[in-house]
């Protein structure tokens, strides 16, 4: 069943088939006095007038998407003096928020390190959080329970009593928002899932820096982030060799595998590696028969991210095929699944997002040894026997 589980959060996760969405009224001509530098993310922007209000845009917050979202952060101490249109936004938001409820794990590293983990009240899942600040106010009371996964109990959720939701959607808003809404509890998607560059996936903290008034402080966390992460990129790009690389694992008869414009195919384009599917299109993932998989990557020296398994004797056991694999025969096969957290959770969903230069930086560790000595790997971990 875990393995079952953490499956179908890959695909979730690199699924981002898109439809350019169709786009919303433009905001008022105040709205671009001072732009909020986005250099990655392509699913939200942001603007602040000469009044202080920030106008926010999500333009791509699940596959698909038919619309952006606006939204109108306003300083609490301005509330009263300034005057919007309410039918121009989906929420006007009173900022700094001093207490949300957050829908993703993926959101949580960045309370963490914008130190604004008091304002979390309430989350969907409390055990698949794995952060020891959250853990302790979790323990405290302090974090109410409030369903499972995004399904929201609205009665929980006007209980811990938000000030904002933040919420996401795979396929479209989940109909428990609208209770929430309902209740006059605004909702705000958050869409980081959706972005493709690793980068572009950290540059969200922007996102939470401008809710809980705190930019200047999430700016600086992802330029230290970035730099990391480009640092990074260069060393491996030093390297003598680029090994070719092959990914995912069966499920039943199919073989799931990150498509060639996937988050986790441009983590090994600039671990300088040779992904097998990198020429194949979409961001999704591939499925693929064992056959097709075994033609093309039956020589592969590395295999990363074999779905959840820990252990080789585990996946010789599910399917004595993987043992016809040279990176299995030679023992070169690298996972995530061994680093969870105190709940269970995957701290490679949890924090990778968060933090690319430790997902890059494991990779080079893995496939160019030597080029990052006395480096310890946070996420990915050689298989065990």
């Not at 043992?323 to 030679?330: G, S, V």
């Amino acid at each position: 069943m875990a393995r079952t589980s953490a499956l179908l959060i890959l695909i979730l996760l690199t699924t981002a088939c898109r439809e350019r969405p169709e786009k919303a009224a433009p905001l008022p001509e105040a709205a671009v006095d001072n732009p909020v530098e986005i250099d990655y993310a392509k699913g939200f922007a942001a603007h602040t007038d000469a009044s202080g209000v920030t106008y926010l845009t999500v333009s791509d917050p699940w596959p698909e998407a038919s619309r952006e979202y606006k939204y109108a952060l306003v300083p609490r101490g301005k509330l009263a003096a300034i005057t919007l249109p309410a039918d121009t936004f989906d929420a006007i938001i009173p900022v700094p928020v001093e207490r949300l409820v957050l829908t993703s794990t993926t959101h949580v590293p960045s309370l963490v390190a914008l130190r604004a983990t008091e304002s979390l009240v309430g989350f969907p899942g409390l055990d698949y959080i794995s952060s020891p600040e959250v853990r302790q106010r979790i323990d405290a009371g302090a974090v109410r329970e409030l369903g499972a996964n995004e399904q929201l109990n609205t009665e929980l959720v006007l209980e811990a009593a938000p000030e904002v939701v933040v919420g996401f959607g795979i396929s479209d808003a989940p109909g428990s928002y609208r209770g929430v809404r309902e209740a006059g509890i605004p909702v705000i998607y958050n869409g980081d899932w959706m972005e493709t560059n690793p980068l572009g996936k950290a540059e969200w903290i922007k996102f939470f820096g401008l809710l809980l008034g705190s930019l200047p402080e999430a700016q600086q966390y992802f330029e230290e982030v970035e730099a990391a992460y480009q640092e990074a990129r260069e060393l491996a790009a030093k390297a003598s060799t680029r090994p070719t690389v092959l990914s995912g694992a069966l499920y039943r008869d199919v073989w799931y595998l990150p498509g060639g414009e996937s988050w986790a195919a441009a983590f090994l384009e600039d671990a300088h590696a040779e992904y097998l599917y990198a020429d194949t299109p979409g961001s999704g993932s591939l499925s693929l028969s064992l056959e097709a998989v075994l033609e093309k990557g039956v020589d592969a020296e590395f295999w990363i991210s074999p779905s959840q398994y820990t252990s080789y004797s585990e996946m010789a056991s599910d399917n004595p095929h993987y043992e016809q694999f040279r990176a299995f025969r030679e023992r070169r096969i690298f996972g995530y699944a061994s680093n969870r957290g105190s709940g269970g959770g995957l701290l490679y969903f949890e924090i990778g997002p968060n933090r690319p230069d430790w997902v890059l930086k494991d990779l080079i560790h893995h496939l160019h040894p030597g080029l990052l000595p006395g480096y310890e790997p946070v996420f990915f971990k050689p298989l065990a026997p």
